[in-house]
């Protein structure tokens, strides 16, 4: 049967590791029988100067009749000045919501070429393999009200709204995950401030009475921005409302090397998923060729994973991944302990992890 990628190329450096991880599945595809079309529509900043919005209705629709979504990043300058309304990053809220994507998997891998070159290198690093499942589509970005007040506009109310059930699917989400690792749960919360988080906390304990297999900690979320740094080998799964976890997710990209290395799923309950790097549209370095697109490559291959069954072609990409770095080639926001290293281009590195995946199968 025919299956549908919707491709949300966005803005910035978007359009850029969008084709890179477009050309990696298509390759992939082409020697795997596979009967899939890809269909591009816009969103973000791409979207307003097209049709004044930053999420069409022809968008959304796309996206509803998609067995995967992959998405570059929004935003940027040039939109700076806009409204709330007409920001791009409400396209990409606004299609997470659209679409109940309530949990969003940010996986940490130290790769091993990598880590010889951080100032981070101590042998904890090497052992980092965690994975942050953060809540996507309720909280602080999603709370209304959400304004200014008062005769002057001079006082502003957020609003950080849960409901109980909203809180049981992602933290249910985060217990399947862990079974499939290493059956351990580190749950992020404010719970010596937040009524929300304390609801959270209670969650997560009546959960973990049906798993009795799973060990699960809590940690105070600032307590745990310092322990990704000191001490990050201890995680396996941490599960974070929506806000720690885009916090979370940032500072723990050091580790991987580069927020150019952070790839994401954002799921809900059947198959559908939406796939894009943690990282955002890097106005710096847009159409330089510049960007790392490894991050769109390995959200890629979790699109082919939770999305289309296709767990090898999967697990070929995160080699090649591996093996290319090994090799010593890399984009110019890593350092690689190499001394043979060798610097490439967006495009030169999308080449190489075709060729490897190609090498690998052959
Ligand atoms: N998912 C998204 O679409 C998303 C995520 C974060 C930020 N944003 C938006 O992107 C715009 C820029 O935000 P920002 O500068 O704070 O964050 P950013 O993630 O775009 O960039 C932060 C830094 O990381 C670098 N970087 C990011 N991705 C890279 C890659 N693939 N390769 C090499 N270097 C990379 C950038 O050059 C920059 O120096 C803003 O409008 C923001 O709202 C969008
Ligand atoms: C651009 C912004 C709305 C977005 C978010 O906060 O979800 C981004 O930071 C991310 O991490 O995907
Ligand atoms: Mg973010």
Request: charged letters at 20%; one cysteine or more.
């Amino acid at each position: 049967m025919m299956k549908t990628i919707t491709v949300l190329p966005g803005d910035g450096i978007g359009p850029e590791v969008t084709a890179s991880a477009v050309r990696v599945l298509k390759s992939i595809f082409s020697t795997s029988n596979r009967n899939v079309q890809f269909i591009e529509k816009k969103i973000g900043g791409a979207a307003i100067d097209a049709y004044g919005t930053p999420l069409p209705q022809e968008t959304i629709d796309q996206c509803h009749h998609s067995d995967a979504i992959l998405l570059g990043a929004v935003g940027g300058p040039k939109w700076n000045q806009q409204s709330m309304q007409l920001r791009p990053e409400q396209g990409l809220l606004g299609i997470r919501k659209a679409m109940g994507l309530f949990a969003n998997l940010r996986p940490v891998e130290a790769f091993q070429a990598l880590v010889d070159a951080s100032p981070l290198k101590q042998s904890f690093v090497e052992q980092v393999d965690f994975v942050i499942v953060r809540e996507l589509t309720g909280g602080l970005y999603f709370g209304r009200p959400s304004e200014r007040l008062g005769p002057n506009q001079d006082r502003v109310v957020d609003t950080l709204a849960y409901s109980r059930q909203e809180i049981q699917r992602v933290v249910e989400k985060a217990f399947q995950l862990a079974l499939k690792r290493r059956r351990k749960i580190t749950s992020i919360d404010k719970a010596n401030v937040l009524e929300s988080s304390r609801m959270w906390r209670e969650v997560v304990n009546e959960t973990a009475k049906r798993y009795p297999e799973v060990a699960v900690t809590h940690q105070l979320v600032d307590s745990a921005a310092m322990q990704l740094i000191t001490n990050p080998s201890q995680f396996d799964v941490l599960v974070t409302e929506n806000m720690f976890g885009d916090i979370l997710s940032d500072e723990a990209s050091v580790l991987t090397g580069s927020l150019g290395m952070m790839p994401s799923a954002s799921l809900r309950a059947d198959k559908v998923g939406l796939y894009e790097p943690a990282h955002g549209s890097a106005p710096d370095i847009a159409g330089q060729g510049k960007a790392n697109p490894l991050a769109t490559i390995l959200s890629a291959a979790l699109l082919l994973r939770y999305s289309l069954d296709m767990d090898t072609e999967a697990a070929q990409i995160e080699t090649a991944v591996r093996q290319i770095l090994n090799q010593g080639i890399h984009t110019s926001d890593l350092h690689v302990a190499n001394h043979e290293d060798q610097i490439v281009s967006t495009s030169e590195m999308t080449d190489h992890v075709i060729h490897a995946i190609n090498a690998n199968r052959t």
